[in-house]
Structure formats: structure tokens, C-alpha cells
């Protein structure tokens, strides 16, 4: 067999020492890299043939290039240090061939991969020592590559720098230490998705919005409402109610938007209700965005009022047409009302991406002179209208009528209830969009407090974020003195009510920006 351990790692020690390379180092092993360093010593020395074996012709060439050798018999000499320990001296080359060259290629096997947004760690093992490398990219030509120079049979590569949720090809290869080279075949991986980014916009003094730097334009939807309509309160006049926001939607393709850019902005104001001093109350404002170039690319309508206080008519929901955006839905109308003794209509539901908001319940016409409850609000995006108020045939029999349920089916707020002969109860609130609750009814001329339910706020997007529902009307308000409050329109964007001595706030707008990052 061919000489291995200490004697030859002594031996490439001296040959190292003398100036004549051994790409591996001392290793101890006799093979090509030994055989060609000691090759190189041997043209030096004229030995012939300069074959790389270390024979007796060598040894003695050793010899006389180094100074106090070591005789280990049969006239063999070493240089310093060199010990057989009681071995066979390397075989010289008429007596035995050269160690084989290594010629085989690693064994690959057990290729795996994990990926996160933007980079990826691929692994493998080789039946023997290599290095690794990863050539990777969008196609088989892959074009880059991550490696590593270091010899093992375990083998990890990391990728960085990665695009998110894109396939790419990748092949591992492995060389080990006499160059022999394997690689794989084509293999895939896809990167992970970021999670899906939800912003809210409330605040309805902001002006701009930062486009965030990981903006995704091939992966977005951006919507909104409009604020909601504020209600009447009169005395002696119809008391309507106002209009539900409108909503409005652009996503993928609609609009595009400079990462890092900033661009302008309204979050719509919800209106203001009315009181017995100051009889007209207010419209919601539009919510928009515009993109960089000042364009305009989203738009809800606001919300409407009936602007005649001795009129039958009603606050109107903002407008599908007159919105901007690829997906619209109209905002619930509001009740009329038709009582000139102050009862209180129901106010619109604003709208949302399920549908349009639900009309808020009309007041009734009085009859006998006796009194009668409120109306209930509409319920928002795609919910039910609002109960219309009843009238009273007898003193003390009518309670407030119910809201219209929210996109969910319930949530509708409950009238209040009758209390006869004496004052009526409060409207009950609405929940996940649903319309407020009228205002029980009160006796004809006696100083009362029926406040009705507001509109439940929406939670379309979140638990506290979604279309609202219309506010109930307040119970009618035949004296001056009574102090009745109309429900207010729930968030975001639902109509105000109306009715008895306050009209009911509409809701604010809102926008909701939803996007996949790029990282």
C-alpha cells in the first residue's frame, strides 16, 4: 500500500519548507500534489525522469541538499524530522506506480429548500468533502450565485437580495478537493408573500399621505367613504334626517403610485346636526385621494340634507355617479319627514364594498293629535332600511321604530319603548353597522326626553373600522322645551337623525388602504 500518515506529512512538511508548493498543505497523504512537488525538486536536481517518486536516486539527491539526515538503513537518508517509524519507505517508481488520481465527481443528494420575502437558504449533501455554490435566477439561465469555499458533506447556502412571491430556478454544485465537479439539476423555489398591510385614514385634518417606500402597485386596493349627512331638529317643521356617505373603491391597474412619494388627501367631514336655534344643519364632505400628479383617482360622495326645513323632503345619500373609482355604491337615503310637530326621521346608511346603505324610516303624519315615536335608521352596506315611525291613534301608543340591520344581518337598534300615558323611552343603539333605534313616543305638548339610538359603527375592515349605520329619529318634539336628541350617524359615514330639540351628527369619512408589500 502507499505510504500515509506522519512520515509523509513530514516529507511535504520539507518539501514546503523548501519552497515547492503543495496546494493542500501537509496532509499526509502521497498522492498528485506530492508526486509533482517532488517532481519540481527533481528537475532541479537533474534527477531523471523527474516521475515524483521518492526512490532511492532521490533520496540520496535528498541527502546531499540537507544538512544533517537522518540514516534509517539501507542507506536510505531523510531530511530532518522525516521518521518511517519502522514503515516501508515510500516506493520508488520502478518498483511501484504512483497513488491513483481522484477522479470522481461528489454524490449530491438531499437538495432542500426555505424561503422568506426576499432571500432563501438552500441545502444539500455530498457523499465526500466539496465546496458549495448555488447558481440561481428567473430562468435557467439563472445569471447570479452564492458560495462557499470551505470543504464539507453538509452544505448551506443563503440567498439574499430576492424579489417577494417570485419563482426562481436554482442548481447546486459541489467541487471537491482534486476539482472534480458536480451539479445538480434545475430545481425551484418561490418566495414567501409579505403579510398584507392594512392602513386606516381618520383623521380628517390630514392633508397628505406618505406612500409607504415598499409600496406594491401590482397589489393594492385603496377605498373610501364619505362623511354622512347631519339631521334636523325643528320645532313646528319637518324634521328630516340626513344622507349616508357613498363608497368608493380603486385597486390593481386603477391608479399608480410613487413609492415613497407623497400625495394629497381628504378624509370627508361627517355633518353637523341642527338644533332649535339654528335650524339647518350640514352636508358630510367628499372623501379623495389623488395620485402624484394631482389627479384625482378616488372620490366618495358626501352625504346630502334636505336644505328646506318647511318641505316633506329628505337628506339624500351620496351618489355612486357622482364618485370616482372602479367599484362605487351609493349612500343610503334618509327618511322624509312628514309631521310639522317635529318628529324625527331615521338618517341613511353609509354604504360599503357589500352595497349600497340602507334609507333611513320616514317619520308619520300625525293623526287624532296624538303622538307618535321616531323612525329607525338604515343599515349600512347592503344592510335593511329602517322601520318607518307608526302614528298614534291613541295617547301614549306608540313606540320608536326599529334600525335597519348592517351587512351582517342584525344590529339593528330597537325602538324605544312605550311608556303611556306618561314620557317615552329611548331609541337603542345600533351595533356593526346596523340603524339606531327611534324614540319612543311622547304625550302630545308635555315636555319630554326620547333620545333615539345612534347608528352602530361599521366593522367591515376591523372590529372598530367599517361602513356605519344612519341614526334614528328622535321622538317628536311639539314643545319648545322638550330636549329630545336625534341618533347620531355611526362610523364611518352614516346619516345623521332627526328630530325633537338636536339633530343627529353624521358619521366622518374614511379611507382604507390595503397593500402586499414588495419586501
Keep these: 500500500s502507499y505510504l500515509t500518515g506522519s512520515d509523509v506529512t513530514a516529507l511535504h512538511s520539507w518539501l514546503i519548507g523548501q519552497g515547492y508548493t503543495i496546494p493542500a498543505g501537509a496532509t499526509g497523504f502521497f498522492g498528485t500534489q506530492t508526486q509533482s512537488a517532488l517532481a519540481a525538486f527533481q528537475t532541479a536536481n537533474n534527477i531523471r525522469p523527474a516521475a515524483g517518486y521518492f526512490g532511492?536516486?532521490?533520496?540520496?539527491?535528498?541527502?546531499?541538499?540537507?544538512?544533517?539526515?537522518?540514516?534509517?538503513?539501507?542507506?536510505?537518508?531523510?531530511?530532518?524530522?522525516?521518521?518511517?517509524?519502522?514503515?516501508?519507505?515510500?516506493?520508488?517508481?520502478?518498483?511501484?506506480?504512483?497513488?491513483?488520481?481522484?477522479?470522481?465527481?461528489?454524490?449530491?443528494?438531499?437538495?432542500?429548500?426555505?424561503?422568506?420575502?426576499?432571500?432563501?437558504?438552500?441545502?444539500?449533501?455530498?457523499?465526500?468533502?466539496?465546496?458549495?455554490?448555488?447558481?440561481?435566477?428567473?430562468?435557467?439561465?439563472?445569471?447570479?450565485?452564492?458560495?462557499?469555499?470551505?470543504?464539507?458533506?453538509?452544505?448551506?447556502?443563503?440567498?439574499?437580495?430576492?424579489?417577494?412571491?417570485?419563482?426562481?430556478?436554482?442548481?447546486?454544485?459541489?467541487?471537491?478537493?482534486?476539482?472534480?465537479?458536480?451539479?445538480?439539476?434545475?430545481?425551484?423555489?418561490?418566495?414567501?408573500?409579505?403579510?398584507?398591510?392594512?392602513?386606516?385614514?381618520?383623521?380628517?385634518?390630514?392633508?397628505?399621505?406618505?406612500?409607504?417606500?415598499?409600496?406594491?402597485?401590482?397589489?393594492?386596493?385603496?377605498?373610501?367613504?364619505?362623511?354622512?349627512?347631519?339631521?334636523?331638529?325643528?320645532?313646528?317643521?319637518?324634521?328630516?334626517?340626513?344622507?349616508?356617505?357613498?363608497?368608493?373603491?380603486?385597486?390593481?391597474?386603477?391608479?399608480?403610485?410613487?413609492?415613497?412619494?407623497?400625495?394629497?388627501?381628504q378624509v370627508g367631514d361627517g355633518g353637523k346636526g341642527s338644533n332649535i336655534s339654528s335650524q339647518i344643519p350640514t352636508a358630510g364632505t367628499d372623501t379623495w385621494v389623488k395620485d402624484g400628479g394631482g389627479t384625482t383617482v378616488l372620490l366618495a360622495a358626501h352625504g346630502k340634507i334636505d336644505d328646506d326645513v318647511a318641505a316633506t323632503g329628505a337628506g339624500t345619500g351620496g351618489l355612486a355617479s357622482d364618485s370616482i373609482g372602479s367599484s362605487k355604491h351609493n349612500g343610503g337615503d334618509a327618511g322624509p319627514a312628514y309631521s310639522s310637530d317635529g318628529n324625527g326621521a331615521g338618517g341613511g346608511?353609509?354604504?360599503?364594498?357589500?352595497?349600497?346603505?340602507?334609507?333611513?324610516?320616514?317619520?308619520?303624519?300625525?293623526?287624532?293629535?296624538?303622538?307618535?315615536?321616531?323612525?329607525?335608521?338604515?343599515?349600512?352596506?347592503?344592510?335593511?332600511?329602517?322601520?318607518?315611525?307608526?302614528?298614534?291613534?291613541?295617547?301614549?301608543?306608540?313606540?320608536?321604530?326599529?334600525?335597519?340591520?348592517?351587512?351582517?344581518?342584525?344590529?339593528?337598534?330597537?325602538?324605544?319603548?312605550?311608556?303611556?300615558p306618561g314620557p317615552g323611552g329611548n331609541g337603542g343603539n345600533g351595533s356593526d353597522g346596523g340603524g339606531g333605534g327611534g324614540g319612543g313616543n311622547i304625550m302630545f305638548n308635555v315636555d319630554d326626553t326620547p333620545n333615539a339610538g345612534n347608528g352602530g359603527n361599521g366593522t367591515n375592515w376591523d372590529s372598530t373600522h367599517g361602513a356605519g349605520g344612519g341614526g334614528g329619529g328622535a321622538g317628536p318634539n311639539a314643545n319648545p322645551a322638550s330636549t329630545g336628541i336625534s341618533g347620531n350617524g355611526g362610523l364611518y359615514g352614516g346619516g345623521g337623525g332627526g328630530g325633537a330639540s338636536v339633530g343627529g351628527t353624521g358619521g366622518q369619512g374614511i379611507i382604507v388602504i390595503i397593500y402586499t408589500p414588495t419586501s
Excluded: C, M
Aim: charged content about 5%; hydrophobic content about 35%; aromatic content about 6%.
Design 349 to 420: 346608511g353609509a354604504a360599503g364594498p357589500d352595497g349600497d346603505g340602507g334609507k333611513g324610516g320616514s317619520g308619520a303624519a300625525p293623526a287624532n293629535n296624538w303622538s307618535y315615536g321616531g323612525a329607525g335608521g338604515g343599515g349600512a352596506d347592503g344592510g335593511t332600511n329602517g322601520a318607518d315611525a307608526t302614528q298614534a291613534l291613541v295617547a301614549g301608543d306608540n313606540p320608536g321604530a326599529n334600525g335597519g340591520n348592517g351587512p351582517l344581518g342584525t344590529g339593528g337598534g330597537i325602538g324605544g319603548v312605550v311608556n303611556s
Design 56 to 265: 532511492p536516486i532521490t533520496r540520496a539527491a535528498t541527502g546531499t541538499t540537507v544538512t544533517n539526515q537522518v540514516a534509517v538503513g539501507n542507506g536510505i537518508y531523510l531530511p530532518p524530522g522525516v521518521s518511517l517509524s519502522g514503515g516501508a519507505p515510500p516506493r520508488h517508481h520502478a518498483d511501484a506506480p504512483a497513488a491513483p488520481a481522484d477522479t470522481t465527481a461528489p454524490i449530491i443528494s438531499a437538495i432542500a429548500s426555505t424561503t422568506s420575502t426576499t432571500g432563501a437558504t438552500v441545502t444539500w449533501t455530498t457523499d465526500e468533502s466539496a465546496d458549495s455554490k448555488v447558481v440561481y435566477g428567473a430562468t435557467t439561465a439563472y445569471g447570479s450565485a452564492s458560495s462557499s469555499a470551505a470543504l464539507s458533506t453538509s452544505h448551506s447556502i443563503s440567498i439574499t437580495g430576492l424579489s417577494a412571491t417570485t419563482v426562481y430556478h436554482y442548481a447546486v454544485v459541489s467541487a471537491d478537493a482534486s476539482g472534480n465537479t458536480a451539479t445538480s439539476g434545475d430545481k425551484t423555489f418561490t418566495t414567501a408573500t409579505p403579510a398584507t398591510v392594512t392602513l386606516f385614514i381618520t383623521a380628517t385634518t390630514t392633508t397628505t399621505w406618505n406612500v409607504p417606500s415598499n409600496w406594491n402597485n401590482a397589489n393594492f386596493s385603496i377605498q373610501a367613504i364619505g362623511g354622512g349627512a347631519g339631521g334636523f331638529a325643528t320645532y313646528d317643521y319637518w324634521s328630516s334626517a340626513g344622507g349616508g356617505g357613498a363608497w368608493a373603491r380603486i385597486a390593481n391597474g386603477d391608479a399608480t403610485f410613487t413609492p415613497g412619494g407623497t400625495v394629497a388627501i
